[in-house]
């Protein structure tokens, strides 16, 4: 029997097709987030309904428990790709203490049969079988059938009730022969019919339970298990080769790098079913290995926590000098484990980008370890011998753009790191258009050298393509707080968080919170076990905020002994503002202004911070200067600094209101473009 013909909907603008998971505005794909497209279903199929969070939240998250704070992102995410303002509009109503309601006229689509012969209507049984205007009716409309509003059964029904032209008589039959026929096919079409409605409405209620979501895997750092300086190093970093490789496929949502490269991931034996709780996911790659002489054995296995099965265990033995085909076998074999079907621009993706020099492979390995670690001028190094090496290999040439970018801000690099940046980012495109990394590394880029303008269109195209990118949501969401639309900025990294509760989790700090006055949402957004310099001064940052001195002067002092860096120096300052000891914070402040002004380091947001720093301290002067420098660097989160506390001694200053009005009218030009 025939599946029934599954609805889709229409309302203003848009067309909706739940089986297909597509969302259209004027033929367009609209891109949303898993989480997302299932909670605009479920608005629309129970549209001009009053939906309690309460509803919502059993409905879209029937296993988890969530805030209700996930359930208004999502909101704010489908209001967004509506067109939508954050506050409502025509679409989406908010009915305040209980719910939302969909407020737009839905039309439900009810597709025809890909076969189009001429159909008698039921709905009008004097019409005879063979008559010319039936088959012309339906060749002039060969779009949908159109029901308004109510989806009634008789309306499906009157859809669904038709007979194929063989069943007509010649022309020469019988009038009471006819009649007959008529009779039968009347019978036959409501028997259609019933079944088809039926199918519906089993279709229907099965349609309001949660879609299945894709599989989520985690590829674990491999363990060495003759652990030795020489080759500690393949541990994280065939582990990230093999990330960055399945993260193309579209089928599969992957847990980036970043996360798993925490020390606990990496030396220890580990237990599969709490790895998964943390990580929330539901396949594991594990894997060993050990190097003898030329040849490295690998042990790996790809496991399925919910039945704690192995779906296949591999043991590789490798020629060193072959380490670089390693990812793209394991990569199959994960495909083929998962049954993962591949889009035919995945499979061409896939094939492209392929390293070809064994050494060239070894050093970039090394380099992507040495990054994780925080050793940005070794990482650089070792990814310069990579690409001079072998200068086709587009992802080194990506990564070495990401060490130079945090050598320029982090180490002072200054300009010229910005500029070798922006050139290794070009020649990773210019080899591979479509390499992901190298487009969002190189807006991140944009979004510190005051270019955040152009940061903003490169990372909405990464997601028109690839709308579940984790990463690109949360740079994206790191530009828009550069711009001062902290709302929005808080809505792309909680879509980032809902794509990958670990995004950035251990290097980022999520301060669109903090500027936006929530101190205490803020400490909550940061990793609680993370010994980063760059974290612990967020940390003492919020705690600083919020009048926690104590604890805040002992994180700034912990944070500046793991690193004497541009942050950690800012927090060193401050906690000498907090021990009464101002002349020794202003003296620290003087020599980070002097190394951003000698070395070019634009760090517009680091700036910013130097300048409230200045500002605390009394040096009303200096935080001009630094405030200017900030804004004219390209930090203009205009709601954030009319508000915020730490610069209150400059507001009866003269030039204060002009740099105000300043980083305002960028700000509104800013909103006006992009929103």
Known sequence: MAKPASPQYEFGPFQLNPDERLLLRGGEP??????????????????????????????????????????AQNVSAVRRALGEQSDGGHYIETVPKRGYRFAAEVKLLVPRP????????????????????????????????????????????????????????APSTPAPQLTWLRRQALWLGVGLAVLCAAGY?????????PLASKPRLAVLPFRNLKPAAETDFLGFSLADAIITKLSYISALNVRPSAVVAAAKYRSQELDPQEVARELKVDKLLTGTFLKEGDVLRINLQLIDVNTGQALWVQPLDLKYDRLLTLQDRVTQQVIQGLQVRLTPI?????????????????????????????SYAQAIKTLEQSTALDSGYARAWAHLGRAYTAQASFAFGGRAFYQKAQAAYEKSLALNPHEIEARIFLANLLTDTNRVEEAVPQLRAVLKT?????????????????????????????????????????????????????????????????DQAFIIFYRGFGNY?????????????????????????IGKALGASLANDPAKGLALLHDTERKLEERGVIEAEGTYKVAQAFAVLGDKAAALRLLRRSIEGGFFCYPYFINDPLLENLRNEAGYATLIETARQRYEAFKHRFF
């Open 114 to 169: 890909a076969a189009k012969p001429a159909y008698a209507r039921l709905s009008n049984p004097s019409l005879t079988l063979n008559e010319p205007s039936v088959a012309s009716d339906y060749a002039a409309d060969d779009r949908t059938d159109v029901l308004h509003n109510g989806f009634s059964d008789e309306s499906i029904a009157a859809t669904a009730g038709v007979l194929p032209e063989s069943y007509a008589p």
């Open 545 to 569: 905020y919020l009048n926690q001195r104590a604890q805040a002067a002992a994180d700034f002092d912990r944070a500046y002994e793991l690193d004497p860096s541009l942050y950690t120096q």
């Open 466 to 530: 690839n709308p579940e990118h984790a990463e690109a949501h949360w740079e994206l969401s790191y530009a828009y707080r550069f711009g001062g639309m902290l709302s929005e900025s808080i809505t792309e990294g909680e879509l980032a968080r809902q794509l990958d509760p670990q995004v950035k989790l251990n290097s980022s700090a999520f301060n669109s919170y903090l500027y936006a006055g929530q101190y205490e949402r803020f400490l909550q957004s940061l990793p609680p076990f993370n």
């Open 346 to 374: 995945e499979s061409e993706q896939l094939k492209v980008d392929a390293p070809r020099n064994p050494l060239a492979y070894e050093a970039y390995l090394r380099g992507l370890d040495q990054y994780q670690a925080g």
């Open 30 to 71: 609209v891109a949303l987030t898993p989480k997302a497209f299932d909670t605009l279903c479920y608005f629309v199929e129970h549209h001009h309904r009053l939906l309690t969070k309460d509803e919502l939240i059993a409905q879209l998250w029937p296993d988890s428990f969530v805030e209700e704070s996930n359930l």
């Open 201 to 209: 409405f089993i279709w229907h209620a099965n349609k309001s339970k």
